[in-house]
């Protein structure tokens, strides 16, 4: 049995408490927010026990959650490292990259076992088909195509402090993009504009809802990811991989696998609401692949280093948007 802390109570940390409660080599030992409210409830909804502080909630632990606001993701991280405790850490590790290399090296100094909460490479669908790409079941990869379309804009709060579309939404699916090449992509153009929410273009927010990333890998091959934070229709995930002898497509998801034909019309489900909806069971699976590494003693991936790439992409991208150009990627 692992012991864990968890580091954060609000949304996601409400969605890890709950797996870390239902999984069965997890001992859920203490939850710290900054709202002792909202960490008490957690406790006594999952029979752990609220803590003061981060320190507190370090002690007498195998490994901690950080899901925590992003900007105390960095201090978290060192103080788990600093404490001799495992972590699995929502993304990103900081938003200034600069400083997430800062802690990645700290870190790795001192063999801190860490993976990152990419969650998407849990997903069966998204699984099986880097499966198929690994066993040459498309021979060599030439062209790759991800979309990620949410329903609804975020809040501008929330977009304020996001770090942007690049670094918010789509390093997941820079993730994903290096996860089934299987390398790194080393340019990237960005084109994006504000059509849901023109607001997002002032300066306070200086970001987009709808935008197109085209990666090149030192192959040659192709990446394309578009997205978009508004659709009338629920959210839209897919990935579709082409190879020199074949193709492999991980599909858009329905809410329910049901058809209804009559004459003249078919009526199919509809999509789900939003991205929680589609990818809640991922982050059960992402949780139980860190506790069999934890046991087992293998390598942890996703691992910093994979936190880091992603990221260095996400500022080229966010670059590129700005200059217009291809941006060179640099890790």
């Known amino acids: 049995m692992q012991r864990f802390a968890l580091l954060g109570a609000g949304f996601i940390g409400s969605v890890h408490a709950k797996n870390l409660a239902e999984n069965p080599n997890v001992t859920f030992a203490k939850v710290y927010d900054v709202s002792v409210e909202r960490a008490a409830a957690i406790a006594e909804l999952y029979g752990a026990v609220a803590v003061g502080s981060v320190e507190e909630a370090l002690t007498d632990v195998d490994a901690v959650f950080i899901a925590s606001s992003t900007d105390t993701h960095a201090a978290n991280l060192k103080a788990a490292v600093d404490a001799g405790v495992a972590a699995l850490c929502e993304k990103p590790i900081d938003l200034s990259l600069a400083r997430a290399r800062e802690i990645v090296a700290y870190a790795e100094s001192r063999s801190a076992r860490v993976m990152v909460n990419f969650n998407r490479r849990f997903d069966p669908d998204h699984a099986e088909l880097k ?23 975020p ?166 948007l700005h200059t217009g150009v291809s941006e060179k990627i640099g890790y």
Request: glycine share 8%.
């Open 131 to 153: 499966r198929i790409v690994e066993e040459d079941g498309v021979g060599t990869v030439e062209l790759v195509q991800l979309t990620s379309r949410g329903p609804a804009v």
């Open 155 to 320: 809040p501008l709060e929330y977009v304020k402090v996001s770090g942007g579309q690049m670094r918010d939404q789509t390093v997941h699916f820079f993730d994903l993009a290096r996860w089934i090449a299987g390398a790194d992509p080393v340019e990237v153009f960005a084109a994006g504009s504000a059509l849901a929410d023109p607001r997002l273009a002032l300066p306070e927010y200086d970001d987009v809802d709808t935008s197109v990333c085209v990666l090149k890998m030192p192959d040659g091959a192709l990446v394309q990811i578009d997205n978009n934070r508004r659709t009338g229709y629920g959210y839209d995930e897919r990935i579709e991989v082409l190879g020199s002898t074949g193709l492999v497509e991980s599909m858009r998801h329905r809410a329910r696998r049901v058809t209804h034909y009559t004459a003249g019309q078919v009526v199919e489900s509809q999509m789900y609401a939003g991205w929680f909806e589609r990818m809640q069971p991922t982050y059960a699976l992402a949780l139980d692949h860190f506790v069999q590494l934890l046991e087992t003693g293998a390598p942890i991936e996703p691992s910093l280093a994979d936190g880091l790439k992603a990221q260095a992409i996400a500022e080229a991208a966010t670059k590129s």
